[in-house]
């Protein structure tokens, strides 16, 4: 797909300023469309916008298609008189540049709970008749996710393998029961999902209509424990009690010498060819109808993928196996016609991966980081770009500029000094003037490098459990001088 060139910011939804301790739809985040376009800045990155679980890694979701309730706006819920200004009139003190899971999921999911009972109690002729609509035209993933979301509530959101066996094989005979019982439970996660996108779809059109696209996310594996794996057990390399055989992860490095043991199950490629890749049009399709631009993560694994045996340890015992590749893409051309993805392609690439890019001509990720580091990858400096690439900063998985710069040893300073000629701009900036300047059809990062902000911004440290996922804008975070620059640099460099 041709694109034109162009900038953008990443920034996921739960680090805009909130008032009730996360980013979601309210104000701020029609407050940063206006600064994009005030700037004409084109695109605006998010990482996936499904609803988390543990660790509340957007890449661990509990569903391929369904929507995050946490980014729902409580306001926009006083607005619909769902909920009352007292309801929300006592706030908890949320901290003002970090997302405390801990307080805000009890928070907002008690005013979200409320909402529904006041939905129900309304009976509004014009919201209710919405509402209908949206679970008829979304019934082939909402039926089984709220179904999924209700069975996971009353089992103190335990994966769904410990359920009983009625529940856990998809008994129909046990889930007619259950759902009988509890089908209040079961139309209140239809309703935060049509809240959701209601709310989504006001604000994405907010955005086209300004000039501005979304660009999304699709984790290449899901979760284990995700409504997708319980409602299509045959299409993973699942035994009998449909506990996985294989797992994903990647092998042994120079950054890790047991290798990354991710333990997300892997795709029975030959099921999901027999039903020429139905699970995935429809995946790709939800996810189209939500953003503009699709980036694939892990693209190399649809070339080929690192199988590791279920219960091991570390990743050091495994093997590469052959993905589904042209047969999968092929599929989604004929389906989609032009395919608007960014192939993220970081870490091992192999020519048939690189084949696989090339011949849909699809835009792969360039970190220019990592063409400073004390072992230069030269791809990444900014003199080898091409144009069929995205150029970024760094990604959610990176240490920010201004952190990065700070813990390089002195001469990877000296040399990226001296490349951007010594001047007296922050590492920050003199990176981003380094993508905006590329041959990069996009240019884009993350918000925290534009207000040069250091690593107590870093989004996520991969490997490890706890404080990731929770950096937040503070609410003062726009600036006249921002605007400027960031203006000025998308008009000097044709990216406006």
């Known amino acids: 797909m041709e694109f034109k060139r162009s900038s953008g910011i990443l920034l996921h939804v739960s680090s805009l300023p909130g008032s009730d301790g996360i980013g979601d739809f309210g104000d701020s985040a029609y407050a940063f469309v206006e600064f994009l376009a005030a700037t004409n800045t084109k695109f605006w990155q998010v990482l996936p916008l499904n609803p988390t679980g543990y660790g509340n890694s957007p890449y661990q979701g509990l569903s391929a298609s369904a929507g995050n309730p946490l980014f729902i706006s409580l306001d926009d819920l006083v607005e619909l008189k769902l909920l009352s200004p007292s309801d929300l009139s006592k706030r908890p003190h949320f901290p003002r540049t970090k997302v405390n899971f801990g307080m805000v999921i009890p928070w907002k999911m008690e005013k979200l709970h409320k909402a529904f009972l006041n939905f129900e109690q309304s009976q509004s002729p014009d919201l209710s008749k919405q509402f209908k609509a949206f679970c008829s035209a979304q019934t082939n993933w909402l039926d089984d996710f709220a179904l999924f979301m209700t069975i996971k509530d009353q089992h103190d959101l335990r994966a769904w393998d410990t359920w009983s066996d009625g529940l856990r094989f998809r008994d129909p005979v046990a889930l007619r029961k259950f759902e009988k019982e509890n089908r209040t439970a079961v139309e209140e996660q239809k309703f935060f999902q049509f809240i959701f996108f209601q709310q989504w779809k006001k604000l994405k059109k907010f955005a086209n209509d300004k000039g501005i696209q979304i660009i999304g996310d699709i984790p290449i594996f899901v979760g284990y424990d995700c409504a997708d794996t319980w409602t299509h057990p045959d299409l993973f390399y699942f035994d009998k009690e449909y506990k996985p055989t294989v797992v994903a992860g990647v092998p042994p490095d120079f950054f890790s010498r047991t290798g990354q043991l991710w333990g997300n199950p892997l795709y029975d490629w030959k099921k999901h060819k027999s039903s020429?890749?139905?699970?995935?049009?429809?995946?790709?399709?939800?996810?189209?109808?939500?953003?503009?631009?699709?980036?694939?993560?892990?693209?190399?694994?649809?070339?080929?993928?690192?199988?590791?045996?279920?219960?091991?340890?570390?990743?050091?015992?495994?093997?590469?196996?052959?993905?589904?590749?042209?047969?999968?893409?092929?599929?989604?051309?004929?389906?989609?016609?032009?395919?608007?993805?960014?192939?993220?392609?970081?870490?091992?690439?192999?020519?048939?991966?690189?084949?696989?890019?090339?011949?849909?001509?699809?835009?792969?990720?360039?970190?220019?980081?990592?063409?400073?580091?004390?072992?230069?990858?030269?791809?990444?400096?900014?003199?080898?770009?091409?144009?069929?690439?995205?150029?970024?900063?760094?990604?959610?998985?990176?240490?920010?500029?201004?952190?990065?710069?700070?813990?390089?040893?002195?001469?990877?300073?000296?040399?990226?000094?001296?490349?951007?000629?010594?001047?007296?701009?922050?590492?920050?900036?003199?990176?981003?003037?380094?993508?905006?300047?590329?041959?990069?059809?996009?240019?884009?990062?993350?918000?925290?490098?534009?207000?040069?902000?250091?690593?107590?911004?870093?989004?996520?440290?991969?490997?490890?459990?706890?404080?990731n996922w929770e950096w937040k804008l503070d609410k003062k975070w726009d600036s006249a001088r921002l605007r400027k620059w960031l203006a000025e640099f998308n008009h000097l460099y044709s990216r406006d």
């Open 276 to 467: 020429n890749y139905a699970w995935w049009i429809e995946r790709i399709q939800n996810t189209l109808d939500m953003v503009d631009i699709i980036r694939l993560d892990h693209f190399r694994g649809f070339a080929g993928y690192y199988e590791i045996p279920a219960g091991s340890k570390t990743a050091e015992i495994g093997k590469w196996v052959k993905g589904p590749g042209n047969s999968l893409f092929n599929a989604l051309y004929k389906h989609f016609g032009d395919l608007p993805f960014i192939a993220e392609d970081l870490g091992v690439m192999t020519p048939d991966v690189v084949e696989l890019r090339e011949r849909y001509q699809l835009p792969g990720m360039k970190i220019v980081q990592f063409g400073f580091n004390p072992n230069p990858e030269v791809d990444f400096q900014p003199h080898h770009l091409t144009r069929n690439s995205v150029a970024y900063t760094g990604t959610h998985d990176n240490e920010t500029v201004k952190g990065w710069f700070n813990s390089l040893p002195a001469d990877a300073k000296a040399y990226f000094k001296a490349y951007v000629g010594n001047t007296k701009e922050s590492p920050s900036k003199a990176m981003v003037r380094l993508l905006w300047q590329s041959v990069s059809v996009f240019a884009i990062a993350p918000m925290q490098d534009l207000l040069d902000l250091g690593n107590e911004a870093r989004m996520n440290f991969p490997g490890t459990l706890g404080n």
